[in-house]
């Protein structure tokens, strides 16, 4: 015996499976725009704790370089006062009064040296102690970021997690759907869906306007939406409209 052909739906029950519908795949689209704002985030904030941990990096190759400055400079005074002594000794057994001007001018020289580098240590200590404390706060927010960093990536884990399970059911209520749905209607459906930024195909009237425009309806289409016997779009946006009602929303006297 062949299989009695399925009972074809009213008008307005095509109504409330299109706009169940759109509430399904509605929810569908916000799971998936939260899963797919995360991973960027992810992203983002794991190329900055590189980048942080590139600067810090960059600021102990300055902080060995200075320290290796200061060291040169201290030898360099070491040998600059054993040269003093040296000549001042040998002051004490010149022959002629020029032999103890040449010694005098070189003390004088070993002195002005030594007074350079002292200065230069003195302006490289101090961008050793700039760099410290720029090393300190680098190290403070590579920590800070760490956290944050971490903290994001249990939030994604878990949210894959929770959503891929309810993800599915919805995609397997939205597929039972479509099935008592017409060819023609739901093609129309999604393709409303497609081209509308918020991928509302569906929507109800909300304050004698269109729930997804916002344009005015006059009164009597909306008299025609809450009578359900025809399928009526908005003039201006196209997006199929339903009345509160088939909304889940009694509308108030």
């Given at each position: 015996m062949a299989k009695k052909e399925e009972k074809e739906l009213t008008v307005e029950e095509k109504l409330k499976a299109l706009y169940e519908l759109q509430q399904v795949d509605s929810k569908i689209d916000e799971l998936r725009t939260l899963a797919g704002e995360l991973p960027q985030e992810v992203k983002d904030m794991g190329d900055e704790l590189e980048g942080l941990k590139t600067r810090l990096s960059n600021i102990e190759n300055e902080m060995k370089e200075l320290e290796t400055n200061i060291s040169d400079h201290r030898v360099r005074i070491e040998n600059a006062n054993a040269s003093i002594s040296r000549y001042k000794e040998q002051q004490n057994n010149v022959r002629n009064n020029r032999e103890y001007d040449n010694l005098t001018k070189e003390i004088e020289y070993q002195?002005?040296?030594?007074?350079?580098?002292?200065?230069?240590?003195?302006?490289?200590?101090?961008?050793?102690?700039?760099?410290?404390?720029?090393?300190?706060?680098?190290?403070?927010?590579?920590?800070?970021?760490?956290?944050?960093?971490?903290?994001?990536k249990n939030e994604l884990e878990t949210i894959l997690q929770e959503t891929k399970a309810e993800t599915e059911a919805l995609m397997l209520r939205s597929a039972d759907l479509e099935k008592h749905i017409d060819e023609r209607l739901l093609a129309g459906f999604k393709r409303i869906r497609k081209n509308a930024h918020n991928g509302l195909a569906v929507v109800k009237v909300e304050r004698d306007s269109c729930g997804g425009c916002h344009s005015k309806i006059p009164a009597q289409r909306q008299i025609d939406i809450r009578q359900r016997k025809k399928i009526l779009v908005c003039e201006f946006c196209g997006r199929i409209l339903v009345d509160p009602e088939i909304g889940g929303e009694k509308k108030k006297k």
């Open positions: 002195t002005l040296d030594i007074e350079l580098s002292q200065k230069k240590i003195r302006n490289f200590t101090a961008d050793l102690e700039a760099r410290t404390a720029d090393k300190q706060k680098t190290i403070s927010e590579i920590e800070e970021k760490t956290v944050d960093l971490n903290q994001k």
